[in-house]
């Protein structure tokens, strides 16, 4: 399929990149197409990005049917535009298609689209350490009804956003309360895909935990409410004396690209390292005896986010006395490195534009 190219007669200025926060500016363009049964995936485009018009009786505004991608490209040194393990994101937006019953897209059609659009914006590409370039691809249903079904058309729509770090805290330690009372999602459910409505089923204990002055949310699991899940914006490991452990994909977790890119560098890193489940208890129970030495998120956004501290009922921990560890800050370089073209890239990771 050809890709028509509409630019934009009012380029904006671009933000300095030392004061970005995470998604506030977007770029000059957007690459759009629509989903028919008749036409399947048609008229694919870049066109200035600027607001849609929609029906007020869109699908995707009353049901959620929706599901996106988060996905970032980096500027090396040498001038190179890199993105980082773009086909795992694409192949996972398709799992996620699957299970809100949207159409397939062509990963490597969409690939090649994402790329002319990051060419075509990349002097948006912050160049300040931490930046990068967020990319946001998302699908929605169209159709203007009201019945409660799948939807017969979509749009799928990518746009890009120069960020800086997810967290006001930057790579510092954040707090995180481990909510004991609502749940993210349960196993059969729709939490293994990036399905818009699962981040709004969360906003409800963020909110109460924001007030408390904690960055974020630990879900635990839905039925015994023991088993620690993920933080909303990104998975969870630990690191109990020698061995690190994320909770195994239970079908009710986010399967992360950051996540499985960590567990990868750790095990050729030869350490010890484990996929399973974790209980809250546990994770206390290791901090009174001095084996939980860290405690850090990952995810596209969030990098890797040290956690300073955990607040379950009324029992607050600091983790590595509230200081970033040393795997978190290994990690956090090695990952940056080879998502910048700093470091060689020995495991073929990235993918230029
Ligand atoms: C990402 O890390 O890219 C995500 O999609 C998390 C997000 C909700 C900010």
């Known amino acids: 399929m050809e890709i028509r190219v509409q630019l934009t007669t009012t380029p904006k200025r671009k933000p300095e990149s030392t004061n970005l926060g995470f998604g506030r500016v977007f770029t000059d363009h957007m690459f759009m197409m629509d989903y028919t049964p008749e036409q399947g995936w048609h008229d694919p485009r870049i066109v200035p990005y600027g607001p849609l018009a929609l029906e007020p009786a869109t699908a995707v505004l009353h049901y959620a049917q ?13 001038g190179r535009v890199l993105l980082f393990r773009p086909r795992l994101n694409l192949e996972r937006l398709n799992r996620s298609n699957a299970r809100m019953c949207i159409p397939p897209i062509d ?48 749009k799928f729509i990518i746009f890009l956003s120069p960020v800086g770090s997810y967290y006001a805290q930057g790579i510092n330690p954040v707090s995180i309360y481990v909510e004991p009372e609502y749940v993210r999602a349960v196993r059969g459910g729709t939490g293994e895909a990036k399905a818009a409505g699962n981040y709004a089923a969360g906003l409800k204990a963020q909110q109460a935990a924001n007030a408390e002055g904690h960055a974020q949310v630990l879900w635990l699991d839905a039925l015994e409410h023991r088993y620690v899940e993920e933080v909303g914006a990104m998975n969870v490991f630990f690191k109990f004396g020698d061995e690190v452990a994320t909770p195994a994909l239970s079908g009710s977790i986010l399967p992360g690209i950051v996540r499985r890119s960590v567990l990868d560098l750790l095990r050729s890193w030869g350490m010890e390292v484990s996929e399973r489940r974790i209980t ?61 073209g700093r470091l060689p890239d020995e495991l073929g990771w990235t993918e230029e534009v």
């Open 107 to 154: 990963p490597e059609f969409v690939l090649q689209a994402l790329k002319q659009l990051v060419n075509l914006d990349r002097d948006w590409i912050p160049t300040a350490p931490g930046t990068a370039l967020y990319i946001r691809p998302f699908i929605f249903a169209a159709d203007p009804i009201l019945g409660v079904h799948p939807a017969r058309t979509y």
């Open 280 to 340: 809250i208890e546990e994770v206390y129970e290791a901090h009174s005896s001095g084996t939980l030495k860290e405690a850090f998120g990952t995810g596209t956004a969030a990098v890797i986010s040290p956690i300073g501290r955990l607040a379950w009922r009324d029992q607050v921990i600091q983790v590595n006395e509230g200081r970033i560890g040393e795997l978190a800050q290994k990690l956090y370089d090695t990952l940056t490195g080879i998502q910048t």
């Open 66 to 78: 929706a599901v996106f991608e988060g996905m970032k490209a980096f500027r090396a040194q040498d």
